[in-house]
């Protein structure tokens, strides 16, 4: 099975559908995206827009430049990583949990309205 994902005018995801791997092969039993493409496009609508997917979610966007998926940003002050492709914190990752902070299940967690992490501990 294969995973293709349509695309809203402004390349983000809107909807996923799998489809049989017999629904992408060539007249040589070789897998085509551009075939799975076109059989997405059958049961849709020839005007859709697919691209073929792996783990990328509903609101994940194409960008044609990096030839990558970009998850949503998690939160408005946040800044994509053109060298990791990943969304970065304005101040950097959160800080590392100590041993203790880990044996009560604490994390970090992002305060947008403070623009800081926050360690949340589990209450007992």
Known sequence: MANFAQLNENNKIIKKIMVADKDCLDNLGNFSEEIGINF??????????WK?????????????????????????????????LRWE??????????????????IYRWNENNQNWKLLTPKS
């Open 52 to 84: 073929i997917v792996n783990k990328e979610s509903i609101g994940s966007s194409y960008d044609e430049n990096l030839n990558e998926f970009v998850p949503p940003k998690p939160h408005l002050s946040w800044i994509w990583n053109f060298q990791t």
């Open 89 to 106: 914190s304005p101040i950097g990752p959160a800080p590392s949990l100590t041993e203790e902070e880990i044996s009560t299940g604490s």
């Open 40 to 49: 997405c496009k059958s049961l849709l609508g020839v005007e859709t827009k």
